[in-house]
């Protein structure tokens, strides 16, 4: 911390000489820069592990998901069936506690974990480790899958509904009333605050500035004006955006699941319709493409750290993709309408499927199939995605910008409630407290569209994976009561246990 503060003390006193020779997106740039290394270099702390330097919070996360998956009995597979029945609505009661079905619960976590994570996260780990990297962000995605139905029945499990309905839930709440009731109060309440702040910052930060960065990346790369007044001028594009999300965000969840239930479809749909179309045009090739992904995997060349390196490339980007582990998920299923706690993880455990198993997977198809990883030469991001489509669909850049407008919008205001939730949680209810908030989230937006790609990336990974750090040590502590109420839920309603 103290690095930190010497850090931004130093940018403040220096950033008046230099800012007269800037544009305002370069003055933006230059200050995140120093902010991003020292958080990268305590966040991702890193061993030495076969010849390779391994980030100590990725493999937390990913021993986790290994753990919960065999503690739960593989309930990523057995509770597949039983979650699609849920999110159909066969157990839905209207008269349940709750603000949103089963269904816009979903979507709105799902709308906070698609997003460019799947575009422009999965292309920077194809370009980094190789076609590889695939297989490693499916296997992790598939885990994962059992870490979020474990944070998200005890997101339920732990929330608090006010007089007026509204739903509170979320880390915050399971580990300061959850590890109380095990006796470890005030560790409890240190580790709900520590996940609270790390949240607030992830949400203006890893799920707003990285959205509104790449949206703005990609709209420039289409419009072609690399050198007009749209190249330098990245404040004026976060600026239209902030305004088409402050109107979203101020009607709270209510509003909120009611604009990702109609927007997650849609672009979904739009985006996974156009990959299907590339991988059909390319057919032919889908074989060798999967020879490429498990040979890369297993036996890598020409890419960096070998075997581990591309291990840990899709592991990193598969937990920033799906989120598993974060816990932010859960603050949504908190608002599902339900009495039934596990019934709520069923329902999470498919997030994960479908952001990283299903659609992570086919982007990095639609990258490997066209050889587009081959010929980055500078390019990264949301822009070697978009070369892959244009590649057999010349115009689907202009698609894939409104594409990309939907997942970074949808993204950003699932993320400005999770991170409401934790401000009220730290500073409290108050209205004007939470407009606060708000303005900041919408400030945070200009700043991302103004910034460079590398700064707003290692800014964003570690508010991210910052969040991990407390939320699984209470996963482990809590995780013998979600067992004991798994039983007792597939006694009564599953017929498969």
């Avoid at 013998?480 to 006694?491: H, T």
């Amino acid at each position: 911390m103290k690095q930190l503060a010497t850090s931004i003390v130093l940018l403040i006193l220096s950033f008046n000489v230099r800012a007269e020779n800037l544009s305002i997106d370069q003055q933006v740039d230059q200050m995140l820069q120093p902010i991003a290394d020292v958080f990268t270099s305590i966040i991702f702390y890193t061993v030495n592990l076969g010849g390779v330097d391994a980030p100590l919070i990725v493999m937390w996360l990913i021993v986790a998901a290994v753990v919960f998956t065999g503690y739960f009995g593989f309930i990523n597979i057995r509770g597949f069936k039983h979650s699609c029945r849920v999110i159909r609505g066969d157990f839905s009661d209207p008269n349940d506690p709750g603000e949103t079905t089963h269904f816009q619960a979903l979507a709105t976590a799902i709308s906070g974990t698609v997003g460019l994570g799947n575009i422009a996260g999965v292309a920077i780990a194809v370009s980094i480790g190789g076609p590889g990297a695939t297989f490693w962000m499916m296997l992790a995605g598939f885990l994962g899958m059992s870490t979020k139905f474990l944070e998200c029945t005890l997101g339920v499990k732990y929330r608090h509904i006010n007089a007026a309905g509204e739903v509170r839930g979320g880390p915050m709440y399971y580990l300061s009333e959850g590890l109380s009731q095990l006796g470890h109060h005030k560790s409890g309440k240190a580790l709900a605050y520590f996940f609270a702040v790390c949240c607030i910052v992830a949400s203006l930060c890893g799920s707003n500035m990285l959205q509104a960065n790449q949206a703005y990346q990609q709209f420039v790369s289409v419009l072609g004006s690399e050198q007009g007044f749209w190249a330098s001028n990245g404040w004026v594009f976060g600026t239209i955006l902030a305004v088409i999300i402050g109107v979203v965000i101020i009607g709270g969840i209510k509003s909120i699941a009611k604009v990702t239930e109609k927007v997650v479809p849609l672009m979904a749909g739009i985006y996974l319709s156009a990959a299907l179309f590339i991988l059909a045009y390319h057919y032919a090739e889908i074989p060798h493409a999967f020879i490429l992904i498990f040979e890369g995997a297993f036996n890598p060349t020409g890419v960096v750290g070998g075997m581990i390196g591309v291990m840990l490339q899709g592991f990193k980007r598969s937990a920033f993709s799906s989120e598993a582990g974060m816990g932010a998920a859960s603050i949504a299923h908190a608002t599902a309408s339900t009495k039934e706690p596990v019934r709520e993880g069923y329902v999470a455990l498919i997030e994960p499927f479908i952001d990283t198993v299903v659609i992570c997977t086919i982007t990095a198809l639609v990258i490997v199939i066209t050889g587009s990883y081959q010929n980055v030469d500078g390019i990264s991001g949301v822009t070697l995605t978009s070369n892959a489509f244009a590649s057999v669909i010349w115009w689907f850049p202009y698609v894939l910008s409104v594409c990309v407008l939907l997942f970074a919008i949808s993204t950003m205001i699932s993320w400005a409630y999770y991170g409401s939730i934790a401000w009220a949680f730290v500073f409290g209810e108050s209205k004007k407290l939470a407009m606060l908030y708000k303005l900041i989230f919408c400030s945070a937006t200009i700043i991302g569209a103004s910034a460079s790609l590398g700064a707003i990336i290692a800014i964003s990974d570690s508010a991210f994976f910052s969040m991990a750090i407390a939320n699984i040590i209470g996963l482990y502590l809590l995780a013998p009561q979600v067992k004991r109420d798994l039983k007792k839920y597939q006694n009564t309603y599953c017929e498969n246990k």
